[in-house]
């Protein structure tokens, strides 16, 4: 029986008891519980333990017992009985509690008979934490004796790969299932992968393994970069965000208090007209209250004396009487006329009524709202052009970008110009070219790259907090250039090759404009129209002198395939990108965009020909203005989209 202190509490052997599967005698590993019984097993014992007893389909047997009390249980299927099976949390539990108390290393080796010793050592390849008493047999046994140990303290610092099953720990790993992706050992692999149609031993998987190695390390890499530059672009959203919520504060604080101050004013103003009208009213209103006791006055004396008349002589009161009949009829003349001529003053206010249809319709202040946060099906979403621009009264605008989200930059090739637009197309500045313009990129930090010929370079330029254009650096490139595009850390572009040979050379410079090389592409014009980079191995490029679309994996070939040839491609030119990576064909000849998915697949023809479009060269899909929009150049304007919801 299970020892139990004073408190029914068990103890440390009871523990260690419990946590331990009766069938592999190993510390679970996904403990499942029977239903009647409640004995718990690891999961994937019990399901080898029941497909071993559940075998002779023909006679129907589908009854197992129990390995512990031996209970009896009618079993149909039994892979997928046994993961309906209750998980057993008390025992997970205990497990967890188990490798917390284990606050310094422990010898695996002891842990296995049930006692606890501090480990000093560890074996790399047996990926067993020793004791000193563990090194010491580890050292002698024939099968371990030529294991180099570590300390124990430098294993974290160390490479280690677990080698062992995890479902059978006692097990090395020895087989690799294909199907399943993932290493087991042989009980794993008779049991768990006997229908699978690709196991192999690890041995001979691991003969030529190293050769995966660099190209895995530089997609590896590659992610790492992309995490970096997500990192970068969401902890400068952050600080925005913070910034723009301060700005938004202290715009509506001032805008709150300038129209709180302006109502004071007019209600001041207000006020103190109601003021002076109510001194004005009220000094005419007691003029007339003025004459009203004076008449009161002038009769108030004859009352008296009539009320007294007995004490006065005949003769006096026969003359009173007649002064008397005088003053009453004076005075009834001047109390009509003090009647007729007074008039009740009422004041009333008129408010006006600006102020009126403002404060019935204050209903908030504002509102905020999160930029970008619509969701659009793009590749079922309809486009509804927005703005047409003529720049500059110019024609054949070669190509557009967007900065910032706030800034189109356009090139114009018939006057070797380049131009910055605010987001509804007014002009802000512009710069003169050193040669004809083709491709446009932007990049961070307010920067942008044209691609020129005659002669070929590719110019990069910063935009000020004036708004003005000055050039930062220029790349000379050994023929025209023509496509240009900016992919994570590095900028893209096509160059023509030299007369007579055919495809295409694509060159890699850093973002700081410093080379880093260059691929040969077949097949293709020697002047691709555009290019786009969706990862640093993966262009997609448009050959408007073949009607074709290309693809090609840098990384794994020299050769690119034809994404889509037809008749509704002709003379592609512009090619650009949306948030959720569709692809977007600018087509000059067929004056059209195609739209296809991120693997080149061909949805739909998003935008027809149309008397508005026509000449299509550039086109960006892009966040301007807090939407995201497509701008199409073409030959005399600047056509900006939105998408529909």
Same mark, same amino acid.
């Given at each position: 029986?299970?020892?139990?202190?004073?408190?029914?509490?068990?103890? +440390?052997?009871?523990?260690?008891?419990?946590?331990?599967?009766?069938?592999?005698?190993?510390?679970?590993?996904?403990?499942?519980?029977?239903?009647?019984?409640?004995?718990?097993?690891?999961?994937?014992?019990?399901?080898?333990?029941?497909?071993?007893?559940?075998?002779?389909?023909?006679?129907?047997?589908?009854?197992?017992?129990?390995?512990?009390?031996?209970?009896?249980?009618?079993?149909?299927? &039994?892979?997928?009985?046994?993961?309906?099976?209750?998980? *057993?949390?008390?025992?997970?539990?205990?497990?967890?509690?188990?490798?917390?108390?284990?606050?310094?290393?422990?010898?695996?080796?002891?842990?296995?008979?049930?006692?606890?010793?501090? %480990?000093?050592?560890?074996?790399?390849?047996?990926?067993?934490?020793?004791?000193?008493?563990?090194?010491?047999?580890?050292?002698?046994?024939?099968?371990?004796?030529?294991?180099?140990?570590?300390?124990?303290?430098?294993?974290?610092?160390? @490479?280690?790969?677990?080698?062992?099953?995890?479902?059978?720990?006692?097990?090395? @790993?020895?087989?690799?299932?294909?199907?399943?992706?993932?290493?087991?050992?042989?009980?794993?692999?008779?049991?768990?992968?006997?229908?699978?149609?690709?196991?192999?031993? @690890?041995?001979?998987?691991?003969?030529?393994?190293?050769?995966?190695?660099?190209?895995?390390?530089?997609?590896?890499?590659?992610?790492?970069? %992309?995490?970096?530059?997500?990192?970068?672009?969401?902890?400068?959203?952050?600080?925005?965000?913070?910034?723009?919520?301060?700005?938004?504060?202290?715009?509506?604080?001032?805008? %709150?208090?300038?129209?709180?101050?302006?109502?004071?004013?007019?209600?001041?103003?207000?006020?103190?007209? @109601?003021?002076?009208?109510?001194?004005?009213?009220?000094?005419?209103?007691?003029?007339?209250?003025?004459?009203?006791?004076?008449?009161?006055?002038?009769?108030?004396?004859?009352?008296?004396?009539?009320?007294?008349?007995?004490?006065? &002589? +005949?003769?006096?009161?026969?003359?009173?009487?007649?002064?008397?009949?005088?003053?009453?009829?004076?005075?009834?003349?001047?109390?009509?006329?003090?009647?007729?001529?007074?008039?009740?003053?009422?004041?009333?206010?008129?408010?006006?009524?600006?102020?009126?249809?403002?404060?019935?319709?204050?209903?908030?202040?504002?509102?905020?709202?999160?930029?970008?946060?619509?969701?659009?099906?793009?590749?079922?979403?309809?486009?509804?052009?927005?703005?047409?621009?003529?720049?500059?009264?110019?024609?054949?605008?070669?190509?557009?970008?967007?900065?910032?989200?706030?800034?189109?930059?356009?090139?114009?090739?018939?006057?070797?110009?380049?131009?910055?637009?605010?987001?509804?197309? +007014?002009?802000?500045?512009?710069?003169?070219?050193?040669?004809?313009?083709?491709?446009?990129?932007?990049?961070?930090?307010?920067?942008?790259?044209?691609?020129?010929?005659? &002669?070929?370079?590719?110019?990069?330029? +910063?935009?000020?907090?004036?708004?003005?254009?000055?050039?930062?650096?220029?790349?000379?490139?050994?023929?025209?250039?023509?496509?240009?595009?900016?992919?994570?850390?590095?900028?893209?572009?096509?160059?023509?090759?030299?007369?007579? *040979?055919?495809?295409?050379?694509?060159?890699?410079?850093?973002?700081?404009? *410093?080379?880093?090389?260059?691929?040969?592409?077949?097949?293709?014009?020697? *002047?691709?129209?555009?290019?786009?980079?969706?990862?640093?191995?993966?262009?997609?490029?448009?050959?408007?002198?073949?009607?074709?679309?290309?693809?090609?994996?840098?990384?794994?070939?020299?050769?690119?395939?034809?994404?889509?040839?037809?008749?509704?491609?002709?003379?592609?030119?512009?090619?650009?990108?949306?948030?959720?990576?569709?692809?977007?064909? %600018?087509?000059?000849?067929?004056?059209?965009?195609?739209?296809?998915?991120?693997?080149?697949?061909?949805?739909?023809?998003?935008?027809?020909?149309?008397?508005?479009?026509?000449?299509?060269?550039?086109?960006?899909?892009?966040?301007?203005?807090?939407?995201?929009?497509?701008?199409?150049?073409?030959?005399?304007?600047?056509?900006?989209?939105?998408?529909?919801?």
């Amino acid at each position: 029986m299970t020892p139990y202190n004073f408190y029914g509490m068990a103890t +440390k052997t009871s523990v260690n008891d419990l946590i331990v599967c009766p069938i592999c005698y190993e510390i679970f590993q996904d403990p499942k519980s029977l239903p009647q019984c409640l004995h718990t097993f690891c999961k994937s014992c019990i399901k080898s333990y029941i497909s071993s007893s559940v075998t002779d389909k023909s006679l129907n047997k589908t009854d197992f017992y129990c390995p512990v009390c031996r209970k009896c249980y009618h079993v149909t299927n &039994p892979e997928e009985w046994v993961d309906t099976l209750p998980h *057993n949390h008390l025992i997970v539990s205990l497990t967890d509690q188990e490798k917390m108390e284990k606050k310094e290393p422990s010898c695996d080796c002891c842990s296995r008979l049930g006692q606890s010793q501090p %480990a000093v050592s560890w074996c790399p390849k047996c990926c067993d934490q020793l004791c000193e008493n563990c090194v010491n047999f580890h050292k002698i046994s024939r099968l371990t004796m030529e294991h180099k140990l570590g300390n124990i303290a430098e294993r974290d610092q160390n @490479l280690s790969v677990d080698l062992f099953c995890k479902q059978h720990t006692s097990r090395r @790993l020895e087989v690799y299932c294909f199907d399943h992706e993932e290493a087991c050992c042989l009980m794993c692999a008779t049991v768990s992968h006997r229908k699978c149609e690709k196991v192999t031993s @690890l041995e001979d998987c691991a003969q030529n393994c190293s050769a995966d190695i660099p190209n895995i390390c530089s997609e590896i890499e590659d992610m790492q970069k %992309a995490c970096d530059t997500e990192i970068t672009r969401v902890t400068s959203d952050l600080k925005s965000l913070e910034t723009e919520s301060k700005d938004i504060e202290h715009k509506v604080s001032t805008m %709150a208090e300038e129209i709180i101050n302006a109502v004071r004013d007019k209600e001041q103003i207000l006020i103190g007209n @109601l003021k002076k009208t109510e001194k004005e009213q009220s000094m005419i209103v007691q003029n007339i209250l003025d004459e009203f006791s004076d008449v009161k006055k002038k009769i108030e004396h004859d009352v008296n004396i009539l009320k007294n008349s007995d004490k006065l &002589p +005949k003769i006096a009161l026969f003359l009173e009487l007649k002064r008397i009949g005088k003053t009453v009829s004076e005075a009834k003349t001047d109390f009509n006329k003090l009647q007729k001529g007074y008039q009740t003053s009422d004041l009333e206010v008129h408010i006006d009524e600006t102020v009126q249809k403002f404060h019935s319709s204050f209903d908030t202040f504002g509102e905020i709202k999160v930029k970008g946060q619509n969701k659009v099906n793009y590749q079922s979403g309809q486009l509804e052009l927005e703005i047409s621009v003529i720049v500059d009264g110019n024609t054949y605008l070669t190509d557009v970008d967007v900065i910032d989200e706030c800034c189109i930059i356009t090139t114009c090739q018939n006057k070797n110009m380049v131009y910055i637009l605010d987001d509804k197309g +007014k002009q802000l500045s512009s710069s003169k070219l050193t040669g004809t313009p083709c491709g446009i990129a932007a990049l961070q930090n307010k920067i942008f790259c044209v691609a020129l010929r005659g &002669p070929g370079a590719v110019c990069m330029f +910063k935009v000020h907090e004036n708004l003005s254009i000055s050039i930062v650096k220029e790349l000379k490139m050994p023929q025209n250039a023509w496509g240009i595009c900016a992919i994570e850390d590095r900028i893209v572009i096509s160059v023509e090759r030299p007369q007579g *040979n055919a495809g295409q050379v694509f060159r890699f410079y850093d973002q700081e404009g *410093n080379y880093c090389k260059e691929h040969t592409i077949t097949p293709g014009s020697s *002047n691709c129209g555009a290019v786009l980079a969706t990862s640093n191995k993966c262009l997609f490029y448009t050959h408007h002198g073949g009607n074709s679309l290309f693809s090609v994996d840098i990384s794994k070939s020299k050769s690119a395939s034809a994404v889509h040839q037809g008749n509704n491609v002709k003379k592609p030119v512009g090619v650009t990108c949306d948030p959720n990576g569709n692809v977007y064909v %600018a087509c000059y000849g067929s004056k059209n965009v195609l739209q296809f998915d991120k693997n080149g697949n061909f949805i739909r023809e998003i935008i027809q020909e149309e008397s508005a479009v026509h000449s299509l060269f550039g086109i960006r899909v892009k966040r301007l203005g807090g939407d995201v929009k497509l701008i199409l150049s073409t030959y005399e304007t600047l056509l900006i989209y939105h998408f529909m919801q």
